[in-house]
């Protein structure tokens, strides 16, 4: 398990194309969530962490937001999106560990959410709730989807309950929304929460 620490165990399963997790366009709920937010919001910190073929990213680009940031410590689909979008601004496809960004240089007013968490070792749970905490600015949020299911494996993705990241996520976050997505995917119907969170002051 501790190999999913290592960008070359994800690495390689972009290059065997092994990417059951890959749903091929934007995650319904979470497109639902960004059609709502007012012109307003367009150019707003965004970060999109482990974010694969990314997506999330590429819809928020094509919605006119001007400062989103895409994190993936693969090299692999980092590549694929830049030539999907060669338009997308270079200094914001960052590959690099999410938990070794420095919260000096980087600070979002939200973050994406998207089969990122549960991709880390479950070990790293707390040290994902401190980072996202601190790379977030005051009153900065977290939005996203979590699995409610328990996978029962020993490798990702990692599984959970609305309980866990409850008693996880009150140590650092004012959770506003964690409930069942009515809209997910099909292939996910059922086995996410949708989550909005408020970083404490
Ligand atoms: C299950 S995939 C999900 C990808 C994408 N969010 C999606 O839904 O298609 C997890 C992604 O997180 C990336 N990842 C895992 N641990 C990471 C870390 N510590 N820092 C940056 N990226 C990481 C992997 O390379 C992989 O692209």
């Known amino acids: 398990m501790e190999n999913v620490n290592q960008a070359e165990f994800w690495q390689q399963r972009y290059e065997q194309d092994s990417i059951s997790w890959d749903m091929g366009q934007v995650s319904p709920p979470l497109k639902a969530y960004i059609d709502q937010l007012p012109e307003s919001a367009k150019d707003q910190a965004i970060l999109v962490p482990g974010a694969g073929n990314a997506y999330e990213v590429g819809y928020l680009h094509e919605q006119g937001f001007t400062n989103v940031t895409l994190v993936d410590f693969a090299p692999a689909p980092i590549a694929a999106f830049a030539e999907r979008y060669p338009n997308?601004?270079?200094?914001?496809?960052?590959?690099?560990?999410?938990f070794e960004l420095s919260a000096d240089k980087y600070q979002f007013d939200w973050v994406l959410?998207?089969?990122?968490?549960?991709?880390?070792?479950?070990?790293r749970r707390d040290e994902y709730v401190e980072q996202m905490a601190a790379l977030l600015k005051p009153n900065g949020k977290l939005?996203?989807?979590?699995?409610?299911k328990d996978f029962g494996r020993q490798e990702p993705p990692f599984g959970g309950t609305k309980a866990e990241y409850q008693q996880r996520f009150e140590?650092?976050?004012d959770i506003e929304v964690i409930e069942q997505s009515d809209n997910s995917h099909p292939a996910r119907q059922g086995s996410e929460l949708f989550t909005k969170m408020r970083v404490k002051s």
Do not use: H, M, W, Y
Request: hydrophobic share 50%.
């Open 88 to 98: 997308f601004p270079a200094d914001k496809l960052i590959c690099a560990d999410f």
């Open 171 to 173: 140590q650092r976050f």
């Open 113 to 123: 959410e998207q089969t990122f968490f549960c991709a880390i070792n479950p070990s």
């Open 143 to 148: 939005v996203g989807l979590l699995f409610d």
